[in-house]
């Protein structure tokens, strides 16, 4: 079984930045594609940013050049660093872990963009 933790959500103004953090046990990103997705309220969830297990990093057109998803896998850790907030960034960020057939999911962390 593999426990995800998200971190690093709060509020910020718009233009501003956070860095999010997904923690997973173990060694568990190893041979594994990661996924930052966000859930704003009454809306589905959708993909942010992915990571391939060769390292390649893919955006969804509306976070092109503002954020940047990495990984480290020493620390197990997968960042999302965001820039240039907007306020419609505002949502739940999860994390998704896939390996194979298996598919994790983190709790979430609350990102909230306002003025």
């Known amino acids: 079984q593999v426990q995800l933790e998200e971190s690093g959500g709060g509020s910020v103004q718009p233009g501003g930045s956070l860095r999010l953090s997904c923690a997973a046990s173990?060694?568990?990103?190893?041979?594994?594609?990661v996924g930052w997705y966000r859930q704003a309220p009454g809306k589905e969830r959708d993909l942010v940013a992915s990571i391939s297990t060769g390292g390649t990093a893919t955006y969804a057109n509306s976070v092109k050049g503002r954020f940047t998803i990495s990984r480290d896998g020493a620390k197990n850790t997968v960042f999302l660093q965001m820039n240039s907030l907007k306020i419609e960034d505002t949502a739940v960020y999860y994390c998704?872990?896939?390996?194979?057939?298996?598919?994790?999911w983190g709790q979430g962390t609350q990102v909230t963009v306002s003025s």
């Open positions: 173990r060694s568990s990103f190893s041979g594994a594609a």
């Open positions: 998704e872990l896939v390996r194979g057939r298996e598919i994790y």
